[in-house]
């Protein structure tokens, strides 16, 4: 089972910046699949946080988190990010990356975790003062 990487949680205040890293096995070439950040909140739903596909530097961002968030990716690496910006509290929980089952759209699947087949184990975001 293919198995993605995540690092770079924490805490982090109100207002802060964090980075997250997903690193992705090498075997996995990046453009021909979507890598997307999901996170999952205290009673809430797993919700679609961004996507990038690295074929053509398309970018997808849930709507809590425009404005806010950005994904990238270092193809050298074969590792995609996540730079969170102005972080609040509502944003804390498990961030997790994945890998789509193939390649697609960001727009229409990048935020449909149906879609992913591979997963990391997920990092942990706190927001605290």
């Known amino acids: 089972q293919l198995q993605l990487r995540e690092s770079g949680g924490g805490s982090v205040p109100p207002g802060g910046t964090l980075r997250l890293s997903c690193e992705v096995p090498?075997?996995?070439?990046?453009?021909?699949?979507?890598i997307s950040w999901f996170r999952e909140r205290p009673g809430k739903e797993r919700e679609g946080v961004s996507c990038?596909?690295?074929?053509?530097?398309?970018?997808t961002y849930g709507d809590a988190v425009k404005g806010r968030f950005t994904t990238s990716v270092d193809r050298a690496k074969n590792t995609v990010y996540l730079d969170m910006n102005n972080v609040k509290f509502d944003d804390a929980g498990v961030y997790f990356c994945?890998?789509?089952?193939?390649?697609?759209?960001?727009?229409?699947?990048?935020?449909?975790?149906?879609?992913?087949?591979?997963w990391g184990q997920g990092t942990r975001v706190t927001v605290a003062s």
């Open positions: 994945a890998k789509s089952m193939r390649f697609a759209r960001c727009e229409f699947y990048g935020l449909n975790y149906s879609r992913f087949n591979s």
């Open positions: 090498s075997e996995v070439a990046l453009d021909f699949y979507l």
């Open positions: 990038i596909n690295s074929a053509d530097s398309t970018r």
